[in-house]
Each structure stands twice: as structure tokens, then as C-alpha cells.
């Protein structure tokens, strides 16, 4: 069973990220997780800023339970990929890629998936059981993939916050894709303290909450 119909989205509210991790050479900088909200309107981010800044952001609808994308948006600097939603005509239109895609049912974006299972978290926190499979197609600019999150169990973290236990999901890299963990923390309306993308051993961003501000 998924998220319930009837259960109320999180107010808009930006979590602020210390951040660091590895791409040849050690980083450090901020980020943030946005997300904002009126009526069935959605919008969510996740962005960095180290050597470079970067943003992915994901905007459409909520429809009921699930979170329903319009267009994904991925930035670096000035250079932007997106991915079109084309609900009209049932398909996918890439500007990294040629051609279009059919559009799968319940699809998610590499944005909006970390505020999807926020939001089923807190519809029901029975689906988060250790060794539990979460599976959602994500889209990105360059096609399609499966995100095939295994809840690890629970985590305490460190946070700007305080001490906050914590979900702790993975999605490991594979061919190529790229990598997901994230911890939610039910004190915290099961939002993601903590997200972590790894592109291949060695090289990945850490998103670490270090202040809450609510809107």
C-alpha cells in the first residue's frame, strides 16, 4: 500500500545543507532542499554550491498521494538539461537526448523522489521495515532509470538540529547510474536530513541538515 490520499503534504519549508564530498578533489560548500507548495502546485530543489553551483529542480503537481512532474530541470552554472513531461501526449521530451519517451505511471524525477518518500513515510510509516524494496522510475536528462531504494534501517545523525533519528534508504549505483541514499527523520515530518549521490566510488555529494527554516 502507498502513500494515503488523504494525507496533508508538508508545508513549504527550506532545510539548509552543510555539504562536502569528492569529485577528483575534496569539496565543501552549502546546499539546500526547497520545497514549496499552493494548492495542487509543487515545486522542490535540491541545490549545492562549492566549485561550482548546481541545482535540480522539479516542478508540476501533487496528485493526491503522489507527486505528479511537469518539467525537471537540472543546472550546472549556466548550462541546463531538462526533462518535459508531456501528459497531453503521453510521452517524455529530453534535450540531452533525441527523440521521446513513453511516459511510465507514478513517475519521479531525481528532485521530486526524496519529497515522495517523505510524503509516503509520513502516510505510513508501516512500509519502512529493514530489507523493505521502495522502486520508482526516475527521469533524468538523459533518459530513464529505476531508483531501487532498500531500507537500510534506522540511523541516529549528527545534525545543525541536534541528534535526529532517522530512516536510512539506499540506492546503490549501478551501469553507470547514479546513486542515492538519503535519511528521513520522523522528528523532523520525516524530511531528508541527510542525502548523499554517488556518481562511482570515490566520487559523491554529502547533504548534511545544518539549519531548518519554515516558511
Same mark, same amino acid.
Given at each position: 500500500?502507498?502513500?494515503s490520499?488523504?494525507?496533508?503534504w ?9 555539504l ?16 514549496q ?11 549545492? !554550491?562549492?566549485l561550482?553551483?548546481?541545482?535540480y #529542480?522539479?516542478? =508540476? /503537481? ?5 507527486? $505528479?512532474? %511537469? ?24 534535450t ?16 521530486s ?6 510524503h ?21 536528462? !538523459? ?6 531504494? #532498500?531500507?537500510? =534501517? /534506522? ?5 545543525? $538540529?541536534? %541528534? ?52
Amino acid at each position: 500500500m502507498r502513500a494515503s490520499a488523504t494525507a496533508a503534504w508538508q508545508p513549504s519549508i527550506t532545510l539548509r545543507y552543510a555539504l562536502r564530498g569528492h569529485y577528483f578533489i575534496g569539496l565543501r560548500g552549502s546546499g539546500a532542499f526547497v520545497w514549496q507548495h499552493e494548492g495542487d502546485r509543487y515545486r522542490v530543489a535540491l541545490t549545492g !554550491s562549492s566549485l561550482v553551483d548546481f541545482a535540480y #529542480t522539479s516542478e =508540476g /503537481r501533487i496528485d493526491g498521494p503522489r507527486l $505528479a512532474p %511537469d518539467r525537471y530541470v537540472e543546472q550546472v552554472l549556466t548550462r541546463r538539461k531538462t526533462v518535459d513531461f508531456d501528459r497531453s501526449a503521453g510521452v517524455l521530451r529530453f534535450t540531452a537526448i533525441q527523440g521521446t519517451m513513453p511516459l511510465p505511471p507514478h513517475l519521479q524525477d531525481s528532485a521530486s523522489v526524496f519529497m515522495q518518500l517523505a510524503h509516503e513515510l509520513s502516510a505510513d510509516p508501516r512500509l519502512f521495515v529493514a530489507g523493505r524494496h521502495m522502486a520508482y522510475v526516475v527521469a533524468r536528462p !538523459s533518459g530513464t532509470t529505476t531508483w531501487d531504494f #532498500t531500507v537500510i =534501517g /534506522r540511523d541516529t545523525l549528527h545534525t545543525g $538540529a541536534g %541528534d535526529l533519528s532517522c530512516w536510512h534508504l539506499r540506492h546503490a549505483p549501478r551501469d553507470g547510474s547514479l546513486g542515492a541514499e538519503v535519511w528521513l527523520a520522523p522528528a523532523l515530518n520525516d524530511l531528508p536530513v541527510q542525502i548523499r549521490l554517488e556518481k562511482d566510488e570515490g566520487n559523491y555529494l554529502l547533504f548534511t541538515l545544518r539549519e531548518v527554516q519554515r516558511q
